[in-house]
């Protein structure tokens, strides 16, 4: 074997730069003119250059093939085992993280609402007439019993009359001075004459049949008695009878009488409580009526004292008891703080996941007036610090959400527990202690995804 050959294979065994050492040896050993023929043992040599110029070549496009490899594979094209990049989830170095964080509540709870008057009434008729006065206005203060409208009352006048003169007459039937429920029919004149004659029948009655078992009378005579003893009877019954009838008719005469007093007395209209009167609905002249279309005279309300309706979040609810005391602002006294009780608690959540509260607030100078929107502050008992985590984090459904906790480098999925959200944060009431760490995209991973270095 050449010397100079195998040296330069074993510095370079790159395949072009061998074959132009071969060619370079075939032609510096050449013979010259006139030398002997070279031997045939060279063929041997060149065989062997050929073939190692073969194997540095093959050597060379493995090397090369393999670190190309490897690059693709480091960039995500492809994965260790030889799948394509399609094949392959986001590498775990690129997953995002972001933690939870536990922010204290405050011990104030703020909330906004409106003043309501404590009553509103409109006052109707409960008798048919015309308006003969008004007393009042809009804006009249009034207490309860003043006079607010007053009825022409001479058709009740009358018709009361004609009640009592006809109760006047049957109590005189009847002998009635007082006291009706001490009546006794039987103590009637009539009744007691009546009641004399059928027991004087019954004794004759009773003679007639001693006296025609001893044959003394006649058959005749006896029938007569008999008929004269049944007669006497239908009497006494027919009087009793009537007396009762009178009592019956001297009692409706009496309830009708009351009926006809109530209707005198509804003439005049008075107010049901203290208030103001907010809206005046007749005028003198007019005509009004009762029943189910009663018209309606005034509307008068209760400003002291107020109610102060609140909306209040349902998560709030809990922290908040009757008696608590709450402090409010209206923009019509902005340097004035007002406080309120809280009286009621709705039992019941409304569409948009709040409730109302209600709390009263002494007016007793009326310098509030219904309908004011409030500014209040109510002091919460001592709440528990808030856990948030941001909105991008959280796949959300409805009041129900999903998290990714990052745990030992590994994502698993979290339901949790949804509050309000302020801002980019999402309250996280259950599922979360405060300490994870969250995948910030949950759409870019799957539970069991390994995550982080």
Known sequence: MNPTLVERSDVDMNPLRLKHAVDKEQVEKVPAAGSPPPRRRRWPMIVLAVAVACGGGAWYAHAWLGAAGNSKAALGFVSKDGAGMNDVAAPAASIATVPVEVVPRSDILRLTGSLAADERSS???????????????????VRKGDVLVQIDPTDAKNELAEGQAMLDELKARLGLDGNVEDFNPEDQPEVRLAKASADLAAANLRRAKELIA?????????????????????????????????????????????????????????????GWVAEKLVAVGEQISSGMQATEVVTLVRIDPLRLLLTVPQQDIGCIQPGQKVRFHVDSFPDRTFEATVRFIAPVVNDTRSMVVEAVAPNPNGML??????????????????????????????????????????????????????GGKIEIRSGLTGKELLVAQPGLVKDGDKVGP
């Open 214 to 274: 001893k044959k003394v009378i006649s058959n005749e005579v006896y029938d007569q008695t008999e008929t004269e003893f049944e007669l006497a009877n239908q009497r006494y019954r027919q009087a009793l009878l009537l007396i009762k009838q009178a009592y019956a008719a001297c009692n409706t005469a009496m309830a009708k009488l009351s009926i006809l007093e109530k209707a005198v007395a509804d003439t005049t209209i008075r107010a049901p409580f203290d």
């Open 369 to 422: 007036c219904p309908g004011l929107f409030a500014t209040a502050e109510l002091e919460l008992k001592q709440q528990q610090p808030g856990i948030y985590a941001p909105v991008s984090a959280v796949q959300k459904n409805g009041e129900v959400g999903r998290v990714f906790v990052v745990r030992n480098g590994v994502a698993r999925e979290q339901v949790v527990a949804l509050g309000e959200q302020t």
């Open 123 to 141: 006052v109707a008729s409960n008798t048919s007439g015309i308006v003969a006065e008004v007393r009042v206005d809009r804006g009249s203060r």
